[in-house]
């Protein structure tokens, strides 16, 4: 039967990291928009762009929904494309770096 593993053990836990989940969600949310606002401010993004462009999550599902919306999706494509390669190249020679 499905739920028969569920122990009172399992909802404790739950509970212990629902704490830490609220905060690391929250903490995300902050940053995506300090993102969002720097792209406008600082790129002249329309905030509609700047918020997709910001948005942590999948660039396909991203740029699908981009695409019914009236925000740039050349500059959010490129954005996220500039911002996982950014990704591939300085965290491996952070990690180098680091363990040198």
Known sequence: MIGLGFSAEFFGT????AGV?????AA???VWALAAYILVRAFRFDPDTATFA???GG???LLSITGETDADLVSVAFTHLFRLSATIVVVPLLVATMLA
Do not use: F, K, R, S
Request: proline share 6%; net charge neutral.
């Open 21 to 25: 989940a609220l905060i690391v969600n």
């Open 59 to 61: 660039m396909g599902t």
């Open 28 to 30: 995300q949310m902050l």
């Open 54 to 56: 910001a948005a942590p």
């Open 14 to 17: 739950l509970v212990q990291l």
